[in-house]
């Protein structure tokens, strides 16, 4: 009977998932020694590295789950370091058998690559582009976000990962490995998360050309552990510069979604963002119109940067070969503001806002392709 319920509380803790990973600690080879002496379990596991910053909720999670097996009524957990080797093993597991950078998100990946990109800054790209995010985790895609926005990195803040002091949470490391913090079922990686100094009270500014952009954006889709993905999300800085340049070498076949606002002087400028990225290969596949009129209460329509922006791009875009149409016209809206500043994206804090219903339907939209291995070669006998 003992070892019967001893393997109950083995199972038990096998199925508690790491947070950071977002896999069951039994198949990351993390439970260690379970003994059962009548009504306790003393329960063993193993932490990839030395302070990880998850352990107090996995040892919280792991006593939980074996206090729920029947007949157990004391819990003692043992918490213990994957030795280097066994932590390399691990390593090697999550690669799945890719190389150490080598690139995961390649034209044969199942994983849809979408750069969200804009002519120029200050349209609520970054703004736009968190909030599609969550709006598609919450579809209950695997999402994947990478804020490509070196020199103006926000998504952190726009997802809540700071701290008091608004500085984002350095990743854990695992070897070679990034494991990105996970926000609203989205894993995130940025630059900011690397810049923070011990006695600074603000994240470092970046002032790095070509080839150092260069690297970063290849390490971050390379060194950065975001597991199987349906949907990898890039917020791009805006323009055609060099991380444009990079990503559309690095990522070729990657989906283009450009985001505008209404006026025609960001209309225009909008447009050759997708031009750019169509000569690399990638493909446009839609168009968010950012900052559309408003309905005030009292009925009256408050157009404060125009109207018409975000059908002339997606017309411009279009051509006999493609349809890139309009996917959403996203309203000025107070709560879309202060959801960014608080870091509670409207699609979740106001799904009733109209900003955040335009937003849910381009989500809608973009989750409609299925995952699956049309149109990807099979190369067969390869």
């Given at each position: 009977?003992?070892?019967?319920?001893?393997?109950?509380?083995?199972?038990?803790?096998?199925?508690?998932?790491?947070?950071?990973?977002?896999?069951?600690?039994?198949?990351?080879?993390?439970?260690?020694?379970?003994?059962?002496?009548?009504?306790?379990?003393?329960?063993?596991?193993?932490?990839?590295?030395?302070?990880?910053?998850?352990?107090?909720?996995?040892?919280?999670?792991?006593?939980?789950?074996?206090?729920?097996?029947?007949?157990?009524?004391?819990v003692e957990v043992r918490v213990g370091v994957m030795s280097p080797d066994e932590r390399r093993a691990l390593?090697?597991?999550?690669?799945?058998?890719?190389?150490?950078?080598e690139m995961p998100f390649g034209p044969d990946s199942l994983t849809r690559v979408i750069a969200v990109t804009?002519?120029?800054?200050?349209?609520?790209?970054?703004?736009?582009?968190?909030?599609?995010?969550?709006?598609?985790?919450?579809?209950?895609?695997?999402?994947?976000?990478?804020?490509?926005?070196?020199?103006?990195?926000?998504?952190?803040?726009?997802?809540?990962?700071?701290?008091?002091?608004?500085?984002?949470?350095?990743?854990?490391?695992?070897?070679?490995?990034?494991?990105?913090?996970?926000?609203?079922?989205?894993?995130?990686?940025?630059?900011?998360?690397?810049?923070?100094?011990?006695?600074?009270?603000?994240?470092?500014?970046?002032?790095?050309?070509?080839?150092?952009?260069?690297?970063?954006?290849?390490?971050?889709?390379?060194?950065?552990?975001?597991?199987?993905?349906?949907?990898?999300?890039?917020?791009?800085?805006?323009?055609?510069?060099?991380?444009?340049?990079?990503?559309?070498?690095?990522?070729?076949?990657?989906?283009?979604?450009?985001?505008?606002?209404?006026?025609?002087?960001?209309?225009?400028?909008?447009?050759?963002?997708?031009?750019?990225?169509?000569?690399?290969?990638?493909?446009?596949?839609?168009?968010?119109?950012?900052?559309?009129?408003?309905?005030?209460?009292?009925?009256?329509?408050?157009?404060?940067?125009?109207?018409?922006?975000?059908?002339?791009?997606?017309?411009?875009?279009?051509?006999?070969?493609?349809?890139?149409?309009?996917?959403?016209?996203?309203?000025?809206?107070?709560?879309?503001?202060?959801?960014?500043?608080?870091?509670?994206?409207?699609?979740?804090?106001?799904?009733?806002?109209?900003?955040?219903?335009?937003?849910?339907?381009?989500?809608?939209?973009?989750?409609?392709?299925?995952?699956?291995?049309?149109?990807?070669?099979?190369?067969?006998?390869?």
């Open positions: 009977m003992t070892l019967e319920l001893a393997e109950r509380v083995r199972a038990a803790v096998a199925a508690v998932t790491d947070p950071e990973l977002r896999r069951p600690l039994g198949e990351l080879d993390m439970v260690r020694e379970i003994d059962v002496h009548g009504a306790r379990a003393d329960v063993g596991i193993a932490l990839t590295i030395v302070g990880c910053p998850a352990a107090e909720r996995i040892e919280r999670d792991v006593r939980d789950a074996a206090a729920s097996v029947a007949g157990i009524d004391a390593t090697e597991k999550l690669r799945g058998g890719r190389a150490a950078r804009s002519g120029k800054g200050g349209v609520g790209k970054s703004t736009v582009t968190a909030n599609l995010a969550v709006a598609l985790a919450a579809r209950g895609l695997r999402v994947g976000l990478v804020d490509a926005d070196v020199h103006g990195f926000s998504i952190p803040g726009l997802l809540g990962l700071v701290d008091a002091d608004g500085l984002p949470p350095a990743p854990t490391r695992l070897d070679d490995l990034i494991l990105p913090p996970v926000a609203y079922d989205v894993k995130v990686i940025s630059i900011g998360m690397f810049l923070r100094r011990p006695g600074e009270d603000a994240a470092g500014a970046v002032a790095w050309r070509g080839p150092m952009l260069h690297r970063t954006v290849q390490q971050f889709l390379t060194d950065v552990f975001f597991g199987d993905l349906d949907v990898l999300l890039l917020d791009m800085p805006p323009g055609t510069g060099d991380v444009a340049i990079s990503v559309g070498q690095l990522l070729p076949h990657a989906d283009v979604l450009v985001v505008t606002t209404p006026q025609a002087a960001a209309a225009d400028v909008a447009v050759r963002s997708g031009l750019v990225a169509r000569q690399t290969g990638q493909r446009p596949i839609g168009v968010i119109e950012n900052m559309a009129p408003m309905t005030l209460p009292d009925g009256t329509v408050l157009d404060l940067f125009g109207a018409g922006g975000g059908e002339a791009v997606a017309r411009a875009l279009s051509g006999d070969d493609a349809d890139v149409p309009l996917l959403a016209s996203v309203p000025l809206s107070p709560a879309l503001r202060t959801g960014g500043d608080d870091g509670r994206p409207v699609v979740l804090a106001h799904p009733d806002d109209p900003a955040a219903r335009a937003i849910d339907a381009a989500a809608a939209a973009l989750a409609v392709r299925p995952r699956g291995l049309a149109g990807k070669p099979l190369r067969l006998g390869v």
